[in-house]
C-alpha cells in the first residue's frame, strides 16, 4: 500500500515514524479507491481517519470544486479531522475548508468561493450552506459518514438524511464507526461492511483507586502532583464537573473543563494547551469525549465508573492511540462499583502514595 502513495506522503509518513498501517486502513484502502461504498468499523485509536482520508483524497480531482464532504457529530471532531486532512491534502495540491456551526457563515461563504475540494463540517451548517445553494451537492461525489453510530442520534440524522438526498444518485458513502451500534436499515444499498472490531487494546492497561466519596477532589489534586502525570478526567455529570473544576483552580492547580458551552475558539485554546503539557488535568463529559483526539494521552480517569461499557470503551480509547501505552484509572468508592467495573475491563488495583502511583 504504502508505495503506491504520492512520493510526498511517503515522506510525510517517514517524518512522522509510520512504519506501518493499522488493519483497518490495511483493509479500507482498495475498497475506497475504487468507488465502493463500505462500513468501516474499528475501535477508537485504530486510525480510522487516515484510513478513509488516504484513498479518498487519491480519488479527487484537483481545481474541481466541492468533489468531497466529510460530516461529523461535533465541533471538536470536525476540527481533528480538518487538522488531519489538511496536511495531507496540501501535500497534492488540494484545499480543505471547515463548516462548523457557532462560526461567522459570512466568512464561510466567502471560504467556498476558493473553490475547496474537501469540505468537513457538522451537518447543521452544511445543510444550512445547502440550503442557501453555496454549497453545490450535485459536485459531490463521496460523502463520509465520520461516528456515523453518534450521527444517527435524533438531533443529527434528520440533517445528514437530508444532506445525503441532495447528492447525485451515483455518489460514494463511506461510514465510519468505533461500535458496532449502527442501524443496518439506514445503510444505503449494497453497503459493504469491513469490522476489525475483535481487535484488542492490549497496550491500555485499566486500574481502580479506591477513594471516598468526599475525597475524590482532593485525590485529583493529589493526582496533579505526581511526576509527569497528565490525565483527561471523564465526570458523568455536569454538575460534579463545574463543582470539581472550581475546587482544582481555587487549589491552583492547572485544571480546566472541557464542557459542550465553551465556545470553539476557546476550546481548541484548551486543547493545545493540554497537549502541550500546560495543563495537568482536563474535565470533560462524554459528550465531548468523540471529539478529543491527543496522539500522546497517558491517562484516562474515570471520576466514577462509567454508565455502561460502551461509554468505558470509548473513554479508555482516549488513551494508548495507535499503538502507545495507555492506562485508565477509575475512582470507586463503594463495592458495588467495582462489581460493575469488572463486567467492563480486567483491572487491577492501584495506589497513590508520597506523589507516586503503585500496582498492588
Known amino acids: 500500500m504504502k508505495t503506491t502513495l504520492p512520493a510526498s506522503w511517503q515522506h510525510q509518513l517517514e517524518h512522522l515514524g509510520f512504519t506501518s498501517f493499522t488493519a483497518i ?22 486510525g480510522k481517519t487516515l484510513a478513509y482520508l488516504l484513498p479518498s483524497l487519491l480519488n479527487l480531482q484537483p481545481k474541481k470544486a466541492q468533489q468531497l464532504l466529510i460530516l461529523a457529530p461535533n465541533t471538536e471532531l470536525a476540527g481533528q479531522i480538518f487538522d488531519v486532512c489538511k496536511t495531507w491534502a496540501e501535500l497534492i495540491g488540494l484545499q480543505t475548508q471547515l463548516f462548523l456551526s457557532g462560526s461567522s457563515q459570512k466568512r464561510q461563504i466567502e471560504r467556498l468561493k476558493k473553490g475547496p475540494e474537501i469540505l468537513i463540517g457538522t451537518p447543521g451548517r452544511i445543510f444550512e450552506l445547502i440550503k442557501l445553494k453555496k454549497i453545490k451537492m450535485m459536485n459531490v461525489t463521496t460523502i463520509v459518514l465520520d461516528e456515523f453510530d453518534q450521527l444517527l442520534s435524533d ?39 469491513i469490522a476489525i472490531d475483535n481487535l484488542e487494546l492490549t497496550n491500555i492497561q485499566h486500574f481502580y483507586l479506591q477513594v471516598e466519596k468526599r475525597e475524590k477532589v482532593e485525590l485529583l489534586r493529589k493526582l496533579a502532583h505526581v511526576e509527569d502525570f497528565r490525565g483527561l478526567v471523564f465526570f458523568n455529570s455536569l454538575s460534579d464537573l463545574g463543582s470539581a473544576e ?63 461499557q460502551e461509554t468505558y470503551t470509548h473513554r479508555a ?18 463495592p458495588e462499583e467495582l462489581k460493575s467495573l469488572k463486567k467492563y475491563a480486567s483491572v487491577q488495583e492501584i495506589f497513590l502514595k ?5 500496582v498492588s
Do not use: W
Open 246 to 308: 472550581e475546587k482544582l483552580q481555587y487549589r491552583d492547580i492547572e485544571a480546566v473543563s472541557l464542557a459542550s458551552d465553551v465556545n470553539v475558539k476557546f476550546r481548541k485554546v484548551i486543547l493545545e494547551k493540554f497537549k502541550d503539557h500546560a495543563l495537568t488535568l482536563l474535565l470533560a463529559t462524554d459528550l465531548v469525549a468523540r471529539g478529543i483526539d491527543i496522539d500522546t494521552l497517558e491517562c484516562v480517569v474515570n471520576y466514577e465508573v462509567p454508565r455502561d
Open 155 to 193: 438531533s443529527q440524522y434528520p440533517f445528514v438524511d437530508k444532506i445525503c438526498r441532495y447528492a447525485p444518485r451515483d455518489h460514494q458513502l463511506i461510514y465510519m464507526s468505533a461500535t458496532n451500534k449502527v442501524d443496518v436499515d439506514k445503510l444505503a444499498p449494497n453497503t459493504r461492511t
Open 25 to 46: 486502513q490495511e483493509q479500507l484502502f482498495e475498497p475506497i479507491r475504487s468507488g465502493e461504498t463500505v462500513l468501516g468499523i474499528s475501535p477508537t485509536g485504530t
Open 354 to 358: 508520597n506523589q507516586r502511583l503503585y
Open 317 to 334: 480509547g482516549r488513551t494508548g492511540r495507535m499503538g502507545q501505552d495507555g492506562f485508565v484509572i477509575t475512582l470507586i468508592s463503594h
